[in-house]
């Protein structure tokens, strides 16, 4: 199993920046992808960013530019860097880990951006 444990998440006003971190540990596979995903209020989940083993990423089309997945390996850890936020970016946020035959959420975190 793999525990994904979330923090960062918070009040900013809109055009400020927050990190989100997510420190994963357990039975990690050395072939995994990790990322984020958000849900904002009364909407379904979405993809915001994926991360790779090997460091390849992906970001959601609408949200190139402004966020930044990356990750620490000897930290088992996956970071979401968000800049110029705007409120439509408030949405609970989520870790999300897939391996070959098994993927796992962490709990969330709320982002909540005031205009």
């Known amino acids: 199993q793999v525990q994904l444990v979330e923090s960062g998440g918070g009040l900013v006003q809109a055009g400020g920046s927050l990190r989100l971190s997510c420190a994963a540990s357990g039975s990690i596979e050395s072939f995994h992808t990790m990322g984020w995903h958000r849900q904002p209020p009364g909407k379904q989940r979405q993809l915001v960013a994926l991360i790779t083993s090997d460091g390849t990423t992906y970001c959601a089309d609408s949200l190139k530019g402004r966020f930044t997945i990356s990750r620490n390996n000897a930290k088992n850890t996956v970071y979401l860097q968000m800049s110029g936020l705007k409120p439509e970016d408030t949405a609970v946020y989520y870790c999300?880990?897939?391996?070959?035959?098994?993927?796992?959420w962490g709990q969330g975190t709320q982002v909540t951006v005031s205009s």
């Open positions: 999300r880990y897939t391996g070959t035959n098994y993927h796992t």
